[in-house]
C-alpha cells in the first residue's frame, strides 16, 4: 500500500483526497485480473445483495475514474459538458447555461460560507464512502486469490 507522504490535520480534505488516492491505486496494483469482480456483489454485512445493485467490478472502474479527478483536477467546463453529453453539445443549453450565471452568482454570494460548508462536508463524506469501496474491492478481490490457490 502507498504511504502517504504529506502531513495535514486528521479531518483535512487533502487528507481524505490523499488517503483516497492512495487507497485507489493500491487497489489497482492488487486487482490484476479485475474481471474476476464481474458479478461479484459489495458484502454489506446484515444485508442481502440487491437486484441491479452495482457489482465490484463496476466500483473498481468507477473508483479509478474518479481517482483521476482527484489527482488531476477537474476537466474545464467545457470539456466537461462535451464528455457528459456523449461528445454532442447543445448551442441552446450553453447559452441557456450562459444566462443563467448572473443569477446564480447572486444567489451564491448571499451565502457562501453556508454553500461552503455543504460542499466541504459533502466532498469529505464522499470521499471516506468511496474509500472505504475501495479497501473492500481490495479486500473481495484478495479473498477470490486466496480461494483460487
Not at 8 to 30: F, G, I, W
Not at 46 to 57: F, I, K, N, S, T
Request: charged residues 25%; negative net charge.
Amino acid at each position: 500500500m502507498q504511504v502517504l507522504t504529506k502531513s495535514y490535520p486528521k479531518n483535512c480534505l487533502l487528507t481524505v483526497m490523499d488517503r483516497y488516492s492512495a487507497v485507489v491505486h493500491n487497489m489497482e496494483q492488487v486487482v490484476m485480473l479485475p474481471s474476476l469482480l464481474r458479478d461479484v456483489q459489495l458484502s454489506v454485512p446484515g444485508r442481502q445483495a440487491r437486484a441491479g445493485a452495482p457489482d465490484l467490478y463496476n466500483y473498481f472502474t468507477m473508483l479509478k475514474a474518479i481517482c483521476v479527478d482527484v489527482d488531476h483536477g477537474l476537466l474545464p467546463r467545457e470539456e466537461w459538458q462535451v464528455k457528459m453529453a456523449g461528445g454532442e453539445t447543445d448551442e441552446a443549453e450553453n447559452e441557456a447555461a450562459e444566462t443563467e450565471e448572473p443569477e446564480d452568482e447572486v444567489l451564491g454570494q448571499l451565502d457562501l460560507e453556508a454553500q461552503f460548508h455543504l460542499h466541504f462536508s459533502s466532498l469529505h463524506h464522499i470521499l471516506t464512502h468511496l474509500t472505504l469501496k475501495a479497501e473492500e474491492v481490495t479486500r473481495t478481490y484478495q479473498e477470490i486469490m486466496r480461494q483460487a490457490m
